[in-house]
């Protein structure tokens, strides 16, 4: 339930928690309704930017997970 974080534990929704607490959340969010969850999550995600593209060294290189290209495009 969480996005664009690293290196990071204990984490809802992109807040920390220290490990009990984090374990009594997870409990209560495992008997939600999923349909509600998945909800709960793409209003979470509207709300957040995500890192649109990951790669270093590249020349006209379009899509993700591109290193060290030149002119290169990625299918999605």
């Not at 534990?9 to 920390?16: D, E, L």
């Amino acid at each position: 339930m969480c996005m664009n974080l690293q290196n990071k534990q204990y984490c809802i929704f992109n807040k920390q928690y220290p490990k009990d607490e984090y374990e009594t959340m997870k409990e209560t969010l495992l008997h939600k309704n999923t349909d509600d969850l998945i909800k709960e999550f793409s209003e979470f995600t509207s709300k957040n930017i995500e890192r649109s593209f990951y790669g270093h060294h590249n020349e006209h290189a379009v899509g993700d997970y591109i290193y060290d290209s030149k002119n290169a495009n990625a299918v999605h």
